[in-house]
């Protein structure tokens, strides 16, 4: 079957490139384009380590044809902030030493960023519910004191009455 040709915006630049009808948008993604922030993990989207935002939106890119991004927004971990201007959830991340062998934070640092984005009441049952089961683990109780120190820097941190919840 003959290669497609997709154009998308990637991380706020125009991108083109031809891929097969069957490519997912990870595949396009790391290996069309050279974004290697997004992994495959699981293959199902449980894992969360390819999360990616589609127009704002967390998606699992593993999950998605490449050419359902066609005449959309994407942007990967790669786009999320610059060097010297971190988004607050990467800021967060470095400050606190969350990241440890970096194969599903970009996935969460996506995940708790357009969490972030969405919502300004944002509590901790949400950061549970946002961020995959298998990357809460890896990170524990740091990932969640990340999470509302990078509320604190957005300006949002809400955790009148969440005291107790953090902790636990």
Known sequence: MAKQ???CT???EAAEVLVQPW???LEALRERMGLT???EGCGTGDCGACTIHLDGKPVASCLLLAMQARGRNVRTIEGLGKPGALHPVQDAFVRHGVPQCGFCIPGVVMAAAALLTERRDVLQLDLEDA???SEKAAAND??????HF????CGRLQLIG???RLSG
């Open 5 to 7: 040709v997709l154009n």
């Open 10 to 12: 990637v991380n706020d």
């Open 23 to 25: 490519d997912t948008l």
């Open 37 to 39: 922030g997004p992994k």
């Open 131 to 133: 961020v995959p089961h």
């Open 142 to 147: 740091r990932l969640r004191v990340v999470c």
């Open 150 to 153: 990078a509320q604190y820097l």
């Open 162 to 164: 969440q005291a107790d």
